[in-house]
């Protein structure tokens, strides 16, 4: 009896002294419990075609791709576009080989037929049938610009020195319908020599010229637009510095067939010689010696000197100086806290079982 009263005692001591030293018995059931995030699955969605309507199955890159039309937006096509290969409607259907009539202005009563490509002489204007519309536009390269290394926007015509690098910014409006690309001609041996002066190294002042997120290495890219970039917006970077001096010819197109009349942008470069660097002269100023005036000395008067006074002090008593005796600080280290307070009761009672236990024994 003694002895199962022994074990008992010994029992609640461990139980009360896992509770006292930690939670590891919570924890582990804490941990236990937690439950598994589940992954769901958003792999299965459906497709709108009219939300991609009207080039989002067209590749811009390739000039390629299906046309899709609506019966009220009048999306936009472009003179001279080919290789279409599938006109569709909001629902998918395929509507290639339907004839849309003009509705005013130059297209009035003019026909747009949906097959594999648009006439480079289609009229421009707005078409519609019962079902679908459409809007013909004329593609041209809109905007040109040249800046020198400091960034300074220069002439079509200017002269450029072969150490000065120049860079291209073009924009045009048939960007939704294919990439434009850049072509330099010596005219001397009537060769393409794009691949030898297309650089990435811009200047500070042309770097600033362009979007935040364009890398430089774009510059060196032949063709650029949505479909190589993902910008609206072409940037190039010309370095004549390891070719001859001469006359270029500069030329700016679409990628695959929008490359005539205003859809390109043509201009010659006239290459010379290396641009000197600007010496600073520094102007030396002559200084005329100043001549220091000294002024006449005006004559002292002599003072009658003063009998300094002597005042008499009488002397000081001398202090005792007292000495404190700094009695040693006691430091008092105090501790705090529920835990503690709760710690020491259940240690005293256990003790105190003990005790008891041990006498009955």
Do not use: C
Not at 39 to 46: C, E, I, P, R, W
Not at 91 to 96: A, K, N, Q, T
Not at 121 to 129: E, L, V
Not at 314 to 332: C, E, F, L, N
């Amino acid at each position: 009896m003694r002895v199962q009263t022994l074990h008992a005692a010994l029992a609640a001591l461990a139980v009360i002294g896992a509770a006292i030293t930690g939670t590891g018995l919570l924890t582990v059931q804490a941990t236990a419990s937690t439950p598994t995030p589940q992954v769901m699955d958003g792999t299965a969605q459906s497709t709108n075609i009219a939300a991609e309507a009207p080039r989002g199955r067209w590749d811009p890159t390739t000039g390629t791709g299906e046309l899709i039309l609506d019966n009220r937006s009048y999306h936009t096509v472009f003179q001279g576009e080919d290789d279409i290969e599938a006109w569709r409607n909001t629902d998918g259907d395929v509507v290639s080989g339907t004839l849309l009539e003009g509705e005013s202005g130059a297209s009035e009563g003019d026909l747009l037929d949906l097959t594999s490509s648009i006439p480079a002489d289609q009229a421009t204007g707005r078409y519609s049938s019962a079902e679908l519309t459409a809007r013909v536009l004329e593609p041209r390269i809109s905007q040109v610009t040249l800046r020198n290394q400091n960034g300074v926007e220069m002439g079509a015509d200017a002269a450029i020195p072969t150490n000065n690098p120049v860079l291209v910014t073009a924009d045009w409006n048939y960007v939704q319908a294919e990439d434009i690309q850049i072509a330099v001609v010596d005219q001397s041996e009537g060769i393409t020599i794009e691949k030898e002066v297309l650089a990435a190294s811009p200047s500070d002042a042309q770097a600033a010229q362009l979007p935040a997120d364009f890398s430089t290495t774009n510059l060196s890219r032949v063709t650029q637009g949505l479909g190589t970039t993902g910008h609206n917006t072409a940037y190039w970077l010309l370095d004549f510095t390891e070719v001859d001096e001469g006359a270029y010819t500069l030329r700016i197109e679409g990628s695959d067939s929008l490359t005539a009349n205003d859809a390109a942008w043509t201009t010659e470069l006239s290459v010379g010689e290396p641009a000197m660097p600007t010496e600073t002269t520094t102007a030396l100023t002559s200084t005329t010696p100043q001549t220091e005036t000294t002024a006449p000395a005006t004559p002292s008067t002599e003072r009658p000197s003063e009998t300094p006074t002597t005042e008499a002090v009488s002397p000081r008593t001398p202090t005792r100086s007292q000495t404190s005796t700094v009695s040693p600080t006691q430091t008092t280290t105090e501790v705090d806290g529920a835990g503690f307070g709760l710690a020491t009761g259940l240690l005293a009672g256990l003790v105190v079982a003990a005790v008891v236990t041990l006498r009955r024994l």
